[in-house]
């Protein structure tokens, strides 16, 4: 069974530009959720969508944004990249039901320059 | 916020047991607690959760306090390959995992 993946693994930017970062899910999980890992700040919960609806939203401004499509592959979006950006950004997949377990993706690091 | 307390630091030695502690004084009545692991350069690993009762599985088994204010993460015998940084996560009914700083957990040959 593959696991989470996420794509690309490695990501330079320059400050102003967009990024798109792309997560397919295990194969018939139907949520997924977005973290931010920085060293100053840890693991941030950033969303999580479920059957192509956002049912959770943390505290990250408007430019962060993400979307999921039917076949549960969700992507995010940060608009107007600033360099407290630069952070690995990981995905994690689970059947959406309570309290089952997340399985998280190796993640795609974010260096804006 | 978190809502968990956990130190910040432990070291053990290879082959003997690890308690890892947690502190969830506020926990409410429906949260459950998860514990997941995050070794270096690779993203968090589920690792065992539970809501009352102890529960046991391949990986190590989490022992919830009577009050549920308090449970402990024990690895039967570490490895050198059980270094990583573990989180303790109270989990309400969303999927959402609130991390906190964890226990960076260091193995000794």
Sequence with gaps: KAGVTQTPRYLIKTRGQQVTLSCSPISGHRSVSWYQQTPGQGLQFLFEYFSETQRNKGNFPGRFSGRQFSNSRSEMNVSTLELGDSALYLCASSLGVKNTEAFFGQGTRLTVV | ?109
């Design chain 2, 1 to 109: 916020d978190a809502k968990t307390t956990q130190p910040n630091s432990m070291e053990s030695n290879e082959e003997e047991p690890v308690h890892l502690p947690c502190n969830h004084s506020t926990i409410s009545g429906t949260d459950y607690i998860h514990w997941y692991r995050q070794l270096p350069s690779q993203g968090p690993e589920y690792v065992i959760h539970g809501l009352t009762s102890n529960v046991n599985n391949r990986m190590a088994s989490l022992a919830i306090a009577e009050d549920r204010k308090s449970s402990t993460l024990i690895l039967h015998r570490a490895t050198l390959r059980d270094a990583a940084v573990y989180y303790c996560i109270r989990r309400g009914g969303s999927e959402k995992l609130v991390f906190g700083k964890g226990t960076k957990l260091t193995v000794n040959p």
